[in-house]
């Protein structure tokens, strides 16, 4: 049996909690810009974060777990945590490569991301060997002379949440499932995270 070409969307983050705005990002992305699956990559440690904010990694992989566990195309990857650390993107997409060569994959990222790609490590290599789906976030113009042909500009809806604002509001007191997949905020709850 031949294994069938796909393409795939990375989505590469902390997910320090996950919540509903990635969720759509994702959903967006194999609904509108034509991605067969996502895999939500878990990062262990980003070169750009400060690990002492992160929840432990299993942790963050069981809540990407349950946010996406009904969602057929959309998949919790935990591929980093056996790799050296702290996590850099072309090291992730050099195994993948190698795993599974019979797929195309495209990174996922937000605009803040796409205007500091130039400081990543090998940045030339990503930007002209795999295609970028560059999501808008408020307050991060994209200079799109600097893209290749490579990169789009999708219209992905802005969600204007992130995961600190979350874990501000969780240490807060407030009430927040209505802002993550409810599996995600039952875990929050029963485990006391972000207090």
Same mark, same amino acid.
Do not use: C
């Given at each position: 049996?031949?294994?069938?070409?796909?393409?795939?969307? @990375?989505?590469?983050?902390?997910?320090? %909690?996950?919540?509903?705005?990635?969720? #759509? @990002?994702?959903?967006?992305?194999?609904?509108?810009?034509?991605?067969?699956?996502?895999? @939500?990559?878990?990062? %262990?440690?980003?070169?750009?974060?400060?690990?002492?904010?992160?929840?432990?990694?299993? *942790?963050?992989?069981?809540?990407?777990?349950? =946010?996406? +566990?009904?969602?057929?195309?959309?998949? =919790?990857?935990?591929?980093?945590?056996?790799?050296?650390?702290?996590?850099?993107? *072309?090291?992730?997409?050099?195994?993948? =490569?190698?795993?599974?060569?019979?797929?195309?994959?495209?990174?996922?990222?937000?605009? +803040?991301?796409?205007?500091? *790609?130039?400081?990543?490590?090998?940045?030339?290599?990503? #930007?002209?060997?795999?295609?970028? @789906?560059?999501? %808008?976030?408020?307050?991060? =113009?994209?200079?799109?002379?600097?893209?290749?042909?490579?990169?789009?500009?999708?219209?992905?809806?802005?969600?204007?949440?992130?995961?600190?604002? *979350?874990?501000?509001? #969780?240490?807060?007191?407030?009430?927040?499932?209505?802002?993550? %997949?409810?599996?995600?905020?039952?875990?929050?709850?029963?485990?006391?995270?972000?207090?």
């Amino acid at each position: 049996m031949t294994k069938q070409n796909k393409n795939i969307g @990375l989505f590469f983050g902390s997910f320090n %909690p996950i919540h509903v705005g990635h969720v #759509i @990002l994702a959903n967006y992305m194999v609904e509108f810009e034509g991605m067969d699956e996502v895999w @939500l990559i878990i990062s %262990p440690q980003s070169p750009f974060k400060n690990k002492s904010e992160l929840t432990s990694e299993e *942790i963050r992989f069981e809540m990407v777990s349950r =946010a996406v +566990d009904r969602l057929k195309r959309i998949t =919790a990857s935990n591929i980093e945590f056996n790799m050296p650390q702290p996590s850099y993107t *072309i090291n992730t997409l050099n195994l993948l =490569a190698e795993k599974y060569s019979h797929n195309q994959f495209h990174l996922i990222m937000g605009s +803040d991301n796409i205007i500091n *790609i130039r400081r990543w490590r090998e940045a030339d290599t990503i #930007i002209n060997r795999y295609p970028i @789906l560059v999501y %808008p976030r408020n307050g991060y =113009a994209i200079n799109t002379e600097e893209l290749t042909d490579k990169t789009k500009i999708t219209n992905a809806p802005v969600v204007d949440i992130s995961s600190t604002m *979350i874990r501000e509001w #969780i240490s807060a007191g407030h009430d927040v499932r209505a802002f993550m %997949p409810y599996g995600v905020f039952e875990y929050i709850e029963e485990n006391r995270l972000y207090r």
